[in-house]
């Protein structure tokens, strides 16, 4: 077994460089959006990446664009061998936070950075990603870039239509090429490992005052639009008893669902997003639509409700006249990190943190998509009360600092364990 003590010694960078950068990635925000809103495919978003693009070029990566969109800068290696890749997203939820996926993608750029400094060359090649789109959008489909990359995009996707500016042309805008979204951009094997670090987004590590986990998988999710079409009626004419109310029908598949992954274990089932027609408070609710999601690091769990989810919605939208369509469905499965890989990344994060943990993923990432063609783990820093997902979300600097170092020494290690 390598002794990894090069990488496990390597000094702890200032971290000055990542704070400065995740302070000027939170400048390209959407106007008139609270939080920090940087969602694909606004304007904002596009410029952050040019900007990132600019500053991978300064720290000496050559970069380009796949045919997915993802932002892929690439520093040589010494040796003929597949790249290592580390990396993650930089957009973000309407009022998302600082550090959801940005600290992944700036933390990939300052080891770079750090290497170069450092005069530190590796065997592998090294590539930066920054996956486009990862958060789930408004064209129903999170992980865009990712999934391409790793060949479970459907190209059915690229019909979708947003605002007359179907996804094909958002991901040409986002200097993509749709066309070559045929099988996955590197074949399985064509990647030595991917690491991805990430703000927990929950509230174990904080909790249990440690700086740093290997993650250990990362849930699956299964996520579907469902159109609940009803009647609009006049509000005050129209008897109770004569009603089809599609708001109120998809009330009861709010609470159903509740109910369901209350009683199911280890799962969490949300509907985020509803869509009322024609939303006047006057007027009965014709049409809702709505999207519904389970998640489960257990697949046999996640069918299983998502089954009496449909049974159960079938059921209460038929009662009340009201007719159900599943518009889109899409599912990443849950994923477990290779034993070794997690064992490497822990031993790592050790050296930084002697208490640190071995945690599973609530949050869905690009590495669930990425572990369908390489070996591919994670490293959560903490999240301060566990928030996520909001303007609140936030991570002090020296575990900003730490997770940049816990990367740093984890590629070091794979360069090192890997053939
Ligand atoms: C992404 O952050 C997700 O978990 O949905
Ligand atoms: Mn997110
Ligand atoms: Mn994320």
Redesign the pocket.
């Known amino acids: 077994m390598p002794d990894y003590g090069a990488a496990l010694s390597l000094p702890i960078p200032t971290g000055e460089r990542l704070l400065a950068d995740l302070e000027q990635l939170a400048t390209f925000v959407e106007p008139d959006t609270p939080g920090w809103t940087r969602r694909f495919p606004s304007p904002a978003y596009l410029a952050g990446r040019v900007w990132l693009q600019a500053a991978m070029q300064h720290a000496g990566l050559t970069p380009r664009i796949d045919a997915a969109g993802n932002l892929l800068g690439t520093r040589r290696g010494t040796a003929d061998l597949p790249p290592i890749l580390i990396g993650s997203h930089t957009d973000t939820v309407l009022g998302g936070g600082r550090y959801?996926g940005t600290l992944g993608v700036l933390a990939a750029l300052e080891v770079v950075r750090c290497f170069n400094d450092a005069g530190i060359t590796l065997r592998h090649p090294l590539i930066v990603a920054d996956f486009l789109a990862?958060?789930?959008n408004a064209y129903g489909i999170?992980c865009v870039g990712s999934r391409g990359l790793a060949g479970t995009f459907q190209s059915a996707w690229l019909a979708r239509t947003l605002d007359g500016v179907t996804l094909e042309r958002a991901i040409q805008a986002a200097g993509g090429d749709p066309a070559g979204l045929i099988g996955p951009l590197y074949a399985p094997g064509a990647l030595a490992a991917c690491l991805e670090l990430h703000i927990e987004q929950g509230p174990v590590l904080a909790q249990a005052g440690r700086s740093l986990a290997a993650v250990s998988g990362i849930v699956g999710i299964q996520r579907g639009t469902l159109r609940l079409r009803g009647q609009p009626d006049h509000a005050g004419t129209t008897p109770m008893a004569m009603r089809h109310d599609a708001l109120a029908a998809a009330a009861v598949l709010i609470t159903t669902l509740e109910q369901l992954c209350h009683a199911g274990p280890q799962t969490v089932g949300t509907i985020g997003r509803l869509e009322v027609q024609p939303n006047q408070s006057n007027v009965v609710p014709g049409e809702v639509l709505l999207t519904a999601e389970i998640r489960s690091l257990n697949p046999a769990v996640l069918a299983q409700v998502w089954q009496q989810f449909w049974a159960r919605a079938t059921a209460a939208t038929a009662q009340r006249g009201v007719t159900l369509e599943l518009v889109a469905l899409t599912s990443s499965p849950p994923v477990t990190s290779p034993a070794w890989l997690v064992e490497l990344v822990h031993r790592v994060c050790c050296s930084l943190d002697e208490g640190a943990l071995v945690l599973p993923s609530g949050?869905?990432h690009d590495s669930s998509q990425l572990a369908q063609i390489a070996p591919t783990a994670m490293i959560f820093v903490p999240s301060a009360g566990g928030r996520s997902?909001c303007p609140d979300e936030d991570t002090a600097p020296h575990h900003l600092r730490l997770g940049g170092a816990a990367l740093a020494r984890a590629v070091l290690a794979l360069d090192e364990a890997l053939a």
């Open positions: 959801d990862e958060e789930a999170s949050a869905g997902h």
